[in-house]
T-cell receptor, first 111, second 115 residues
């Protein structure tokens, strides 16, 4: 059974701080890693994906991947109240297999 | 370009009733998916279709059937609804691009209550 683990939170950070969201996965053969944001009552939307070890930056977001440790993280710099949402980590074994989702981490950014 | 659409948005059923959730995508994607989301449980895959004419079971297929009607449409049927099927149902579609990138796009969801 492929598993993706996330701390459910809530993770509370003050406005302007860095929010750090973590995810571990069980299948060492996993190739692609995704972070989705889901606002309450809405559908998930993709914010970052990463394939290679290291960091990938997109605006205020940085995804970090360490395949040896089977660990992927998302950093949100200069956190804003509008970043308050549930963040879902998802993992794909290969290009045409369904995503396996973690249960999500609820982030609350306090103004 | 509507992306992924789902109907209905809300539905209340009585135990034992049947219904079909409809999903359509206009992005010409090959793969389509049905998930359910329950509080504290994340997104769990019910069924998926890697291409027109094929369907496969996901993590929680019991009590559901699917039909990939054509490339655009993928429906989910509850033959005899049970209270345990009260959930939010999301349809998604994706395409594998060069380099293996596969972005999944989600529909707005159907909120189903079974009494």
């Amino acid at each position: 059974q492929k598993e993706v683990e996330q701390n459910s939170g809530p993770l509370s950070v003050p406005e302007g701080a860095i929010a750090s969201l973590n995810c571990t996965y069980s299948d060492r053969g996993s190739q692609s890693f995704f972070w989705y944001r889901q606002y309450s009552g809405k559908s998930p939307e993709l914010i970052m994906f990463i394939y290679s070890n290291g960091d990938k930056e997109d605006g205020r977001f940085t995804a970090q991947l360490n395949k040896a440790s089977q660990y992927v993280s998302l950093l949100i710099r200069d956190s804003q109240p509008s970043d308050s949402a549930t963040y879902l980590c998802a993992v794909m074994l290969s290009g045409n297999t369904p995503l396996v989702f973690g249960k999500g981490t609820r982030l609350s950014v306090i103004a | 370009n509507a992306g992924v659409t789902q109907t209905p948005k809300f539905q209340v059923l009585k135990t034992g009733q049947s219904m079909t959730l409809q999903c359509a995508q206009d992005m010409n994607h090959n793969s389509m998916y049905w998930y359910r989301q329950d509080p504290g449980m994340g997104l769990r895959l019910i069924y998926y279709s890697a291409s027109e004419g094929t369907t496969d079971k996901g993590e929680v297929p019991n009590g559901y059937n699917v039909s990939r009607l054509n490339k655009r449409e993928f429906s989910l049927r509850l033959e005899s609804a049970a209270p345990s099927q009260t959930s939010v149902y999301f349809c998604a579609s994706s395409e594998v691009l060069a380099g293996g990138h596969n972005e999944q796009f989600f529909g707005p969801g159907t909120r189903l209550t079974v009494l």
